[in-house]
């Protein structure tokens, strides 16, 4: 490349044939054209290459990882392939709306003390027919400026993922080159425990409009892995309040292990009931 893109938009996939040419056509879709597209393959046994190839953008790259490395491997790939000022990780079952790039792009741009440690956004939840299930959001917030601590705090003592899924994050490659690679100690949290590290340098900025969609599927690894979901939380808890760094409250790890048993419960009825 002759020169730096402004955003690198990574999709790391695995066996994505199915939606992957969604999410490619939804950044391709982006009214913010200064952007590389990384696709790294984990090494799938699809014809994921194949529908990939079929685009011929200049900006798009597709990387194919010789043995399969799991999703912190080809996640972590992805933040070593990318270029870009600023970097958004985009699960291939995942979409961008039109906007997202250039109104999240806008916040970071404006933000000349780097005082930001990434920008967040509201989410659809479709299935896998791409109708909406519902909005995600950070509860009882317009959009604006969000204290890091006040976003760990409610995270915790509510035991889930306000932040939401990767798709919806924008942050700067920078930080996330000091703040280093994913880590899938607690695999139903990667992101989640990612946002943490990168919240200890800087405050997140809320867009209280769905930017994204989120897909879930009964093939999808959050969902694949759903019953442990409880567990990995309530250890991620643990692992946080035992670092001093995030001065975490007795009541916030009371309160988060039980809501992280509750949201089971909640994700396990939605999955068996309503997801088809």
Request: proline share 5%.
């Amino acid at each position: 490349m002759t020169s730096t893109p402004l955003v690198s938009v990574c999709i790391p996939t695995y066996r994505g044939e199915a939606h992957i040419r969604a999410a490619i056509i939804s950044v391709l879709a982006q009214t913010l054209d200064d952007f590389e597209l990384i696709v790294v393959d984990d090494n799938s046994p699809d014809n994921t290459a194949a529908l990939v190839s079929s685009f011929v953008d200049p900006r798009i790259r597709f990387l194919r990882n010789p043995a399969n490395l799991g999703p912190e491997g080809n996640w972590n790939r992805c933040l070593h392939e990318a270029h870009g000022k600023y970097f958004k990780l985009l699960p291939h079952d995942d979409l961008l709306h039109p906007d997202c790039l250039r109104r999240q792009v806008e916040i970071l741009e404006a933000d000349s003390e780097s005082s930001l440690a990434l920008v967040f956004c509201a989410r659809q939840v479709i299935n896998a027919a791409g109708r909406q299930q519902t909005t995600r959001g950070f509860p009882h917030r317009r959009s604006g400026r969000i204290a890091a601590n006040e976003v760990i705090r409610a995270c915790l003592r509510r035991g889930t993922n306000l932040l939401g899924e990767p798709g919806g994050v924008l942050m700067r490659r920078e930080l996330a080159s000091r703040v280093g690679p994913f880590n899938a100690a607690f695999p139903y949290v990667i992101d989640l425990e990612y946002w943490f590290r990168l919240l200890l340098h800087g405050d997140a900025w809320y867009i209280d409009e769905t930017l994204a969609s989120f897909r879930v599927s009964r093939s999808q690894w959050s969902v694949v892995i759903g019953r442990g979901q409880s567990k990995d939380f309530s250890r991620f808890i643990d692992h946080v309040a035992s670092a001093p760094e995030y001065k975490v409250a007795p009541t916030d790890t009371v309160l988060g292990h039980g809501m992280a048993r509750f949201n089971q419960l909640l994700r396990l009825l939605y999955y068996r009931f309503v997801l088809k």
